[in-house]
Protein backbone atom coordinates (compact mmCIF):
# COMPACT_ATOMS: atom_id res chain seq x y z
CA UNK A 1 0.00 0.00 0.00
CA UNK A 2 1.77 3.51 -1.04
CA UNK A 3 1.80 6.40 0.96
CA UNK A 4 -1.50 7.86 -1.56
CA UNK A 5 -3.80 4.83 -0.44
CA UNK A 6 -5.22 4.08 3.20
CA UNK A 7 -7.57 2.37 5.12
CA UNK A 8 -10.00 3.92 7.29
CA UNK A 9 -11.05 2.34 10.90
CA UNK A 10 -13.94 0.99 9.23
CA UNK A 11 -11.84 -0.35 6.24
CA UNK A 12 -13.37 2.30 3.43
CA UNK A 13 -10.67 2.13 0.77
CA UNK A 14 -9.53 6.22 -0.57
CA UNK A 15 -6.69 6.32 -3.07
CA UNK A 16 -5.99 6.61 -6.55
CA UNK A 17 -7.18 3.81 -9.48
CA UNK A 18 -6.07 3.58 -12.77
CA UNK A 19 -8.64 3.65 -15.75
CA UNK A 20 -8.26 0.53 -17.88
CA UNK A 21 -11.51 1.58 -20.27
CA UNK A 22 -14.78 3.44 -20.62
CA UNK A 23 -16.91 2.81 -23.38
CA UNK A 24 -20.32 4.46 -24.03
CA UNK A 25 -22.44 1.35 -23.77
CA UNK A 26 -25.61 3.31 -24.79
CA UNK A 27 -26.27 7.13 -25.16
CA UNK A 28 -24.68 9.35 -22.78
CA UNK A 29 -24.50 6.09 -19.99
CA UNK A 30 -21.23 5.07 -19.69
CA UNK A 31 -19.08 2.27 -18.37
CA UNK A 32 -15.91 2.78 -16.73
CA UNK A 33 -13.38 0.48 -15.48
CA UNK A 34 -10.57 0.82 -12.99
CA UNK A 35 -7.84 -0.78 -11.49
CA UNK A 36 -9.28 -2.90 -8.17
CA UNK A 37 -7.38 -2.89 -4.84
CA UNK A 38 -8.25 -5.70 -2.13
CA UNK A 39 -10.98 -4.04 -0.20
CA UNK A 40 -12.87 -2.93 -3.52
CA UNK A 41 -12.32 -6.89 -4.66
CA UNK A 42 -14.69 -7.42 -1.85
CA UNK A 43 -17.75 -5.20 -2.59
CA UNK A 44 -20.84 -6.60 -2.35
CA UNK A 45 -23.11 -6.13 -4.93
CA UNK A 46 -25.43 -3.39 -4.47
CA UNK A 47 -22.58 -1.29 -2.71
CA UNK A 48 -20.90 1.71 -4.85
CA UNK A 49 -17.88 4.12 -5.05
CA UNK A 50 -17.13 7.47 -4.97
CA UNK A 51 -15.45 9.35 -7.94
CA UNK A 52 -13.55 12.56 -7.67
CA UNK A 53 -13.47 14.06 -10.82
CA UNK A 54 -11.21 16.99 -11.79
CA UNK A 55 -12.17 19.87 -14.23
CA UNK A 56 -9.66 22.34 -15.48
CA UNK A 57 -7.49 21.44 -12.22
CA UNK A 58 -9.95 21.71 -9.92
CA UNK A 59 -11.66 19.12 -7.83
CA UNK A 60 -15.37 19.44 -7.47
CA UNK A 61 -18.18 17.27 -5.57
CA UNK A 62 -17.34 14.00 -5.57
CA UNK A 63 -19.91 12.04 -7.63
CA UNK A 64 -21.31 7.93 -6.61
CA UNK A 65 -21.29 5.42 -9.23
CA UNK A 66 -22.37 2.05 -9.22
CA UNK A 67 -20.31 -1.44 -8.65
CA UNK A 68 -21.42 -3.24 -11.52
CA UNK A 69 -19.11 -6.45 -10.94
CA UNK A 70 -15.98 -5.89 -8.90
CA UNK A 71 -12.95 -8.10 -8.59
CA UNK A 72 -9.32 -8.93 -7.55
CA UNK A 73 -8.54 -7.49 -11.44
CA UNK A 74 -10.78 -4.62 -12.06
CA UNK A 75 -13.76 -2.59 -10.95
CA UNK A 76 -16.88 -2.11 -13.43
CA UNK A 77 -18.77 1.17 -12.65
CA UNK A 78 -21.70 2.17 -14.47
CA UNK A 79 -22.99 5.92 -14.26
CA UNK A 80 -25.26 8.32 -16.85
CA UNK A 81 -24.16 11.68 -18.03
CA UNK A 82 -26.25 14.38 -15.78
CA UNK A 83 -24.14 17.50 -15.34
CA UNK A 84 -20.79 18.80 -15.34
CA UNK A 85 -19.08 16.08 -12.61
CA UNK A 86 -20.34 12.84 -14.85
CA UNK A 87 -19.53 14.84 -18.39
CA UNK A 88 -15.66 15.01 -16.89
CA UNK A 89 -15.54 11.55 -16.18
CA UNK A 90 -17.22 10.38 -19.65
CA UNK A 91 -14.04 12.37 -20.99
CA UNK A 92 -11.66 10.06 -19.20
CA UNK A 93 -9.12 7.75 -21.33
CA UNK A 94 -7.27 5.12 -20.65
CA UNK A 95 -4.46 5.43 -18.31
CA UNK A 96 -5.93 8.11 -16.42
CA UNK A 97 -5.54 7.92 -12.58
CA UNK A 98 -8.62 8.76 -10.26
CA UNK A 99 -9.29 9.61 -7.09
CA UNK A 100 -11.86 6.53 -5.92
CA UNK A 101 -13.43 6.19 -1.99
CA UNK A 102 -15.16 3.16 -0.99
CA UNK A 103 -16.98 0.16 -1.49
CA UNK A 104 -19.63 2.73 0.51
CA UNK A 105 -22.88 1.56 1.93
CA UNK A 106 -24.69 -1.32 2.50
CA UNK A 107 -25.31 -4.07 -0.37
CA UNK A 108 -27.26 -7.46 -1.14
CA UNK A 109 -26.08 -9.79 1.52
CA UNK A 110 -26.82 -13.33 2.26
CA UNK A 111 -29.15 -13.58 -1.16
CA UNK A 112 -30.20 -16.93 -1.48
CA UNK A 113 -32.15 -18.59 -4.35
CA UNK A 114 -35.19 -19.37 -5.42
CA UNK A 115 -34.25 -15.89 -5.84
CA UNK A 116 -36.01 -12.66 -8.49
CA UNK A 117 -34.88 -9.68 -9.26
CA UNK A 118 -35.84 -7.22 -10.82
CA UNK A 119 -33.89 -3.96 -12.46
CA UNK A 120 -35.30 -0.73 -14.40
CA UNK A 121 -33.57 1.15 -16.33
CA UNK A 122 -30.09 2.37 -14.79
CA UNK A 123 -31.16 0.27 -11.47
CA UNK A 124 -29.88 -2.90 -13.94
CA UNK A 125 -26.49 -2.11 -13.10
CA UNK A 126 -25.95 -3.45 -9.46
CA UNK A 127 -27.66 -6.31 -10.14
CA UNK A 128 -25.80 -7.78 -12.88
CA UNK A 129 -23.18 -7.93 -9.48
CA UNK A 130 -25.47 -9.63 -7.67
CA UNK A 131 -26.60 -12.15 -10.85
CA UNK A 132 -22.60 -12.69 -11.26
CA UNK A 133 -22.58 -14.12 -7.20
CA UNK A 134 -25.61 -16.34 -7.76
CA UNK A 135 -24.93 -17.62 -11.28
CA UNK A 136 -24.28 -21.12 -9.89
CA UNK A 137 -28.24 -20.86 -8.31
CA UNK A 138 -30.17 -22.50 -11.52
CA UNK A 139 -33.20 -21.11 -9.59
CA UNK A 140 -32.34 -17.44 -9.84
CA UNK A 141 -33.83 -15.34 -13.16
CA UNK A 142 -33.92 -11.27 -13.90
CA UNK A 143 -36.29 -9.24 -15.36
CA UNK A 144 -35.06 -6.28 -16.67
CA UNK A 145 -36.84 -3.02 -17.84
CA UNK A 146 -35.89 -0.44 -20.33
CA UNK A 147 -37.94 2.18 -21.94
CA UNK A 148 -37.08 0.94 -25.54
CA UNK A 149 -34.34 -1.25 -26.91
CA UNK A 150 -32.02 1.44 -27.42
CA UNK A 151 -31.97 2.28 -23.60
CA UNK A 152 -31.52 -1.43 -23.04
CA UNK A 153 -28.20 -2.61 -21.98
CA UNK A 154 -25.77 -5.47 -20.59
CA UNK A 155 -28.14 -7.99 -22.41
CA UNK A 156 -25.21 -10.39 -23.47
CA UNK A 157 -23.78 -10.22 -19.76
CA UNK A 158 -26.60 -11.08 -18.25
CA UNK A 159 -27.43 -13.97 -20.45
CA UNK A 160 -23.91 -15.16 -19.62
CA UNK A 161 -24.27 -16.01 -15.84
CA UNK A 162 -27.98 -16.39 -15.82
CA UNK A 163 -30.47 -19.10 -17.62
CA UNK A 164 -33.32 -17.24 -17.28
CA UNK A 165 -33.33 -13.62 -18.47
CA UNK A 166 -36.76 -11.98 -19.27
CA UNK A 167 -36.46 -8.33 -20.72
CA UNK A 168 -39.05 -5.89 -21.53
CA UNK A 169 -39.74 -2.02 -22.91
CA UNK A 170 -42.50 0.51 -22.17
CA UNK A 171 -42.88 0.45 -26.47
CA UNK A 172 -42.77 -3.35 -27.16
CA UNK A 173 -39.32 -2.56 -29.30
CA UNK A 174 -37.59 -5.31 -27.33
CA UNK A 175 -38.72 -8.00 -25.22
CA UNK A 176 -42.46 -8.05 -24.43
CA UNK A 177 -44.44 -4.89 -23.81
CA UNK A 178 -44.87 -3.06 -20.29
CA UNK A 179 -42.81 -2.81 -17.34
CA UNK A 180 -40.57 -4.72 -14.97
CA UNK A 181 -43.09 -4.43 -12.14
CA UNK A 182 -45.71 -5.97 -14.51
CA UNK A 183 -43.35 -8.38 -15.71
CA UNK A 184 -42.70 -10.21 -12.21
CA UNK A 185 -46.11 -10.51 -11.49
CA UNK A 186 -46.95 -12.39 -14.55
CA UNK A 187 -43.95 -15.01 -14.07
CA UNK A 188 -43.10 -15.00 -10.77
CA UNK A 189 -43.35 -18.48 -9.40
CA UNK A 190 -41.87 -20.35 -6.49
CA UNK A 191 -39.34 -17.66 -5.55
CA UNK A 192 -39.27 -16.47 -2.05
CA UNK A 193 -36.97 -13.24 -2.50
CA UNK A 194 -37.28 -10.51 -4.77
CA UNK A 195 -34.33 -8.18 -5.22
CA UNK A 196 -34.99 -4.66 -7.18
CA UNK A 197 -33.52 -1.71 -8.06
CA UNK A 198 -34.80 1.04 -10.58
CA UNK A 199 -37.17 4.08 -10.40
CA UNK A 200 -39.26 4.55 -6.87
CA UNK A 201 -43.06 3.96 -8.09
CA UNK A 202 -41.36 0.30 -9.63
CA UNK A 203 -39.94 -0.18 -6.30
CA UNK A 204 -42.90 0.61 -4.57
CA UNK A 205 -45.37 -1.28 -6.88
CA UNK A 206 -43.21 -4.47 -6.37
CA UNK A 207 -42.94 -3.72 -2.63
CA UNK A 208 -46.45 -3.64 -2.22
CA UNK A 209 -46.73 -6.78 -4.75
CA UNK A 210 -44.17 -8.35 -2.08
CA UNK A 211 -46.11 -7.86 0.87
CA UNK A 212 -49.52 -9.07 -0.92
CA UNK A 213 -47.71 -12.33 -1.52
CA UNK A 214 -45.44 -12.85 1.49
CA UNK A 215 -42.21 -12.61 -0.73
CA UNK A 216 -39.05 -10.78 0.70
CA UNK A 217 -38.18 -7.88 -0.89
CA UNK A 218 -34.75 -6.18 -0.71
CA UNK A 219 -34.50 -2.58 -2.70
CA UNK A 220 -31.78 -1.09 -3.76
CA UNK A 221 -32.55 3.03 -3.66
CA UNK A 222 -31.53 5.60 -5.70
CA UNK A 223 -30.64 9.02 -3.91
CA UNK A 224 -29.14 12.35 -4.83
CA UNK A 225 -26.11 12.27 -2.11
CA UNK A 226 -23.83 14.41 -0.50
CA UNK A 227 -21.08 13.00 1.22
CA UNK A 228 -21.43 9.31 0.74
CA UNK A 229 -20.26 9.22 4.57
CA UNK A 230 -23.61 9.68 6.34
CA UNK A 231 -22.49 13.27 7.46
CA UNK A 232 -24.50 15.61 5.14
CA UNK A 233 -28.08 13.90 5.64
CA UNK A 234 -29.00 14.70 1.94
CA UNK A 235 -30.38 11.38 0.75
CA UNK A 236 -32.13 10.06 3.92
CA UNK A 237 -35.76 8.24 2.98
CA UNK A 238 -38.24 7.07 6.19
CA UNK A 239 -37.74 3.79 7.69
CA UNK A 240 -40.71 1.75 9.66
CA UNK A 241 -38.43 0.46 12.27
CA UNK A 242 -38.92 -1.13 15.93
CA UNK A 243 -42.84 -0.34 15.28
CA UNK A 244 -42.17 3.74 14.54
CA UNK A 245 -41.00 5.81 11.36
CA UNK A 246 -37.56 7.27 11.29
CA UNK A 247 -34.75 8.46 8.72
CA UNK A 248 -32.11 6.25 7.56
CA UNK A 249 -29.41 7.54 5.07
CA UNK A 250 -29.50 5.61 1.90
CA UNK A 251 -25.50 6.26 1.68
CA UNK A 252 -25.13 4.64 4.98
CA UNK A 253 -27.69 2.52 6.47
CA UNK A 254 -28.53 1.65 2.47
CA UNK A 255 -28.81 1.56 -0.98
CA UNK A 256 -30.32 -1.51 0.01
CA UNK A 257 -32.68 -1.30 2.65
CA UNK A 258 -35.83 -4.58 3.52
CA UNK A 259 -38.42 -3.16 0.85
CA UNK A 260 -41.17 -3.61 3.16
CA UNK A 261 -39.98 -1.44 5.58
CA UNK A 262 -39.53 1.48 3.34
CA UNK A 263 -42.10 4.28 3.00
CA UNK A 264 -42.25 5.39 -0.72
Given at each position: ???????S??K????L????????????????????????????????????????????????????????G????????????????????????????????????????P????????????????????????????V??????????????????????????D???????????????????????????????M????????????????????E?????????????????????????????????????????
Open positions: MNSREKLSDIFFGREVISIKEIIKGTFLLEISSSEQLSKSDAGQFVYIIPRIQKRTILPRPLCIADADASVKLIFRVKGKGTLCLSGLSKGDRISVMGPLGKGFKDIKGVLLAGGGLGAAPLYFLAKKLQNNEKTSILGFKNKNEAYFIDEFKSVLRNVFICTDGSLGSRGNAAEKVREIISGEKILCACGPRPLKSLSDFAGERGIRIFVSLERMGCGMGACLGCVVKIRSGGKEEYQRVCKEGPVFDGSKVIY
